[in-house]
């Protein structure tokens, strides 16, 4: 069964840091693409960010370009968003979605709260 | 980027009936368009992807069609546990993807 369990978020200050994982089974994590999806509080979907199987190309959303990173563990079967600068309007919950063109599995999501 | 407009926003039905959900692209995408079901609390779920392929457990309630620029979800008989949000999503032209804004399907 397909499993993706996200953590690491929480509350934190305008300005501060957070790394999201992404813990993946269940699949052959190394051959996909995966990306992270954020969705504010009563809002829609927006895609954050995308990396491909081998982490040879990423990509960011301009929204968070220069500010957050993405990265991937193979041997762990593992995603990372590291976080820097963040602001009021990045907070949201942020799914990892495995990507086979469109995102065919997601995770329950992590929440994300930027508040002083 | 390819902007996705879902219409309309609020679609109130009677549980057994049909609703039909529509998502217009800014450019064509050609058949590149999923769509998702998210629940309160939950994470989407796909349903659909290229334009009219169900995903593995999707029942035959669901059906999606269109091309190019017009695409259209139906859920023939909506039952109690299809009242949800829906988005539709591009990836023809990715990175972004890029999501309609939701159309909410409530009960009438």
């Known amino acids: 069964e397909v499993q993706l369990v996200e953590s690491g978020g929480g509350l934190v200050k305008p300005g501060g840091s957070l790394r999201l994982s992404c813990a993946a089974s269940?699949?052959?994590?190394?051959?996909?693409?995966m990306n992270w999806v954020r969705q504010a509080p009563g809002k829609g979907l927006e895609w954050v960010s995308s990396i491909s199987s081998s982490s040879t190309y990423i990509y960011y959303a301009d929204s968070v370009k220069g500010r957050f990173t993405i990265s991937r563990d193979n041997a762990k079967n593992s995603l990372f968003l590291q976080m820097n600068s963040l602001r009021a309007e990045d907070t949201a919950v942020y799914y990892c979605?495995?990507?086979?063109?469109?995102?065919?599995?997601w995770g329950q999501g992590t929440l994300v709260t930027v508040s002083s | 980027e390819i902007v996705m407009t879902q219409s309309p926003a609020t679609l109130s039905v009677s549980p057994g009936e049909r609703a039909t959900l529509s998502c217009r692209a800014s450019q064509s995408i050609s058949s590149n368009l999923a769509w998702y079901q998210q629940k309160p609390g939950q994470p989407p779920r796909l349903l659909i992807y290229?334009?009219?392929t169900r995903a593995t457990g999707i029942p035959a309630t669901f059906s999606g069609s269109g091309s190019g620029t017009e695409f259209t979800l139906t859920i023939s008989s909506l039952q109690s546990e299809d009242f949800a949000v829906y988005y539709c999503q591009q990836y023809h032209n990715w990175p972004p993807w890029t999501f309609g804004q939701g159309t909410k399907v409530e009960i009438k």
């Open positions: 290229g334009a009219s």
């Open positions: 979605a495995r990507e086979a063109s469109y995102g065919d599995f």
């Open positions: 269940g699949f052959t994590f190394s051959s996909y693409n």
